[in-house]
């Protein structure tokens, strides 16, 4: 098989494991304009060259190179956007945007051991040292954003008045209220009010190369 129909291969199967058709494929990378080439180019109408699969895998945020490579790594993993808010495991921090950095590949076969729904996953990095020892500064989470029931002691990321909090969370019986603790008891717990703005982002299933 020449390196263009390996490309082209390559690049159909994540398409077809990580999108619901190739229409969001193009609005993902942003080549709208640019639709009926790229429908040119899966069909093997038109050249599938370096400098465009190159430029696909920065879109999409892949390894540099891997759409060359004639093994089936693609289709071993699920990708997850992490975006670039950081979920502050201190005093807070504000939400400026929503930008997608990246999109991180994770072992398709986990997840699926998991039964997650990789349409509910997010991924964030954790800011400061509050959450201290499990969660480190630095350290990425996985997001499950479906899960907006908060239950005593588990790990949720949090929006308060545009702040946004990574928690160990628990109810204050008879309130609305709930009260975000840190693990480590240098730090100040975070009390969150029926008065207050608050969204549940999601609750932390899982630290990148460690179970939660």
């Not at 997840?111 to 991924?123: H, S």
């Not at 479906?146 to 309130?175: H, M, Q």
């Not at 008065?195 to 549940?200: A, G, H, I, K, L």
Request: contains cysteine; glycine residues 6%; hydrophobic residues 35%.
């Amino acid at each position: 098989m020449d390196q263009e129909n390996i490309r082209r291969n390559n690049l159909l199967n994540y398409i077809k494991a990580n999108f619901s058709n190739r229409n969001d494929f193009i609005d993902k990378i942003g080549e709208n304009k640019n639709r009926g080439s790229f429908y040119e180019i899966l069909k093997g109408v038109r050249p599938f060259g370096e400098r465009k699969a190159r430029k696909i895998e920065e879109q999409l945020g892949l390894k540099y190179g891997i759409l060359d490579k004639p093994n089936d790594e693609l289709q071993n993993v699920i990708y997850i956007p992490e975006y670039n808010i950081k979920l502050s495991a201190g005093n807070g921090c504000n939400v400026l945007d929503e930008e997608v950095l990246r999109q991180c590949p994770v072992d398709r076969d986990f997840i699926r051991q998991k039964n997650w729904q990789t349409d509910n996953l997010v991924i964030f990095s954790v800011n400061g040292d509050s959450m201290l020892p499990d969660y480190q500064s630095g350290c990425r989470v996985i997001v499950d954003t479906s899960i907006k029931e908060l239950v005593d002691c588990k790990v949720y990321a949090l929006c308060k008045n545009n702040e946004v909090f990574l928690k160990r969370i628990f109810r204050e019986i008879g309130t609305m209220n709930f009260v975000g603790k840190s693990d480590n008891n240098m730090f100040p717990n975070v009390n969150f009010t029926a008065n207050d703005d608050v969204r549940v982002i999601g609750r932390v299933v899982y630290i990148l190369g460690k179970f939660v």
